[in-house]
């Protein structure tokens, strides 16, 4: 079975790429949305995510790994959560901008459902962000 991909957001100022880093896993819990829980409980150890910086920053900036899945949120149990690992930092930061200005990616669940904290990514899409990534920061 092949791995899936997805991209999970948080506010730098309360858990950042710098904090997983520096812990070396976390678990991803307080997530409070029908259909990115929906999508935690779908995720399988071994899957990649992007780890995006949302409000400060807005951009992804990292890759994590779920290194324990099918958990559930330690404050409420009705709710999924799983425990990830740092891969890597991204060559340099995609930002939104960037993102939203890229017509490959204008089905991204990031572009199209803005506020979904946690979405899946389509092999074409991680492989356009990694390549962006690679390359000079386009401004915005």
């Known amino acids: 079975m092949s791995h899936r991909l997805w991209l999970m957001k948080?506010?730098?100022?309360?858990?950042?790429?710098?904090?997983?880093?520096?812990?070396?896993?976390?678990?991803w819990d307080g997530v409070r949305n029908h259909r990115a829980a929906n999508n935690l409980r779908a995720?399988?150890?071994?899957?990649?995510?992007?780890?995006?910086?949302?409000?400060?920053g807005k951009a992804i900036v990292g890759i994590?790994?779920?290194a324990e899945a099918g958990l559930t949120d330690?404050?409420?149990?009705?709710?999924?959560?799983?425990?990830v690992i740092?891969?890597?930092?991204?060559?340099?930061?995609v930002t939104l901008?960037?993102?939203?200005?890229?017509?490959?990616?204008a089905e991204m669940e990031l572009v199209r459902l803005s506020r979904l904290s946690v979405g899946e990514v389509t092999q074409a899409d991680w492989d356009c962000i990694i390549?962006?990534?690679?390359?000079?920061a386009t401004g915005g």
Do not use: I, N
């Open 10 to 27: 948080s506010e730098p100022e309360a858990f950042g790429w710098d904090d997983l880093v520096r812990d070396g896993d976390t678990l």
């Open 43 to 56: 995720m399988q150890v071994g899957d990649r995510a992007f780890f995006y910086h949302s409000v400060t």
């Open 64 to 66: 994590m790994e779920v």
């Open 74 to 83: 330690s404050d409420d149990p009705k709710w999924a959560s799983v425990r």
């Open 86 to 93: 740092p891969v890597a930092p991204l060559a340099r930061p």
């Open 97 to 105: 901008a960037e993102v939203k200005a890229e017509p490959a990616l």
């Open 131 to 136: 390549a962006m990534s690679q390359q000079p």
